[in-house]
């Protein structure tokens, strides 16, 4: 089994705005009472589309590919562990998912 990462510069760039759009998203959804939560929703997602693009490699061979990172499971992974670091973000720190007042 190979474990590598085989990015090339144009892939970290995808990876890492599509990352930043997803954690800026995720921060304008809800009450945040914590500033710089995009950004530990980012690293989520950015950590999450990493390892569906790269380290599943059944999931490497899905079209498109754009400087060795497969664009669909990048998606996939990102949305999904952007979601999950997002909502456990906002209710450890005390902020409502849905913009109502936490209970």
């Known amino acids: ?17 599509g990352a930043v759009i997803i ?6 959804i809800g009450e945040a009472e914590f500033g710089y939560e995009w950004v530990i929703t ?9 390892v569906a693009s790269q380290f599943v490699v059944e999931w490497r061979a899905f079209e498109p590919v754009w400087d060795n990172l497969a664009l669909l499971p990048a998606l996939a ?3 999904i ?3 999950l670091v997002a ?16 209970a």
């Open 77 to 79: 992974g990102g949305l």
């Open 87 to 102: 909502v456990t973000t906002r209710l450890a720190t005390g902020g409502s998912v849905l913009g109502r007042p936490a």
């Open 1 to 17: 089994m190979e474990f590598s990462i085989s990015l090339a510069l144009g892939g970290w760039a995808v990876l890492i705005a």
């Open 42 to 50: 980012a690293f989520g997602a950015g950590l999450g589309a990493l």
């Open 81 to 83: 562990a952007g979601a």
């Open 23 to 28: 954690g800026v998203g995720a921060q304008m």
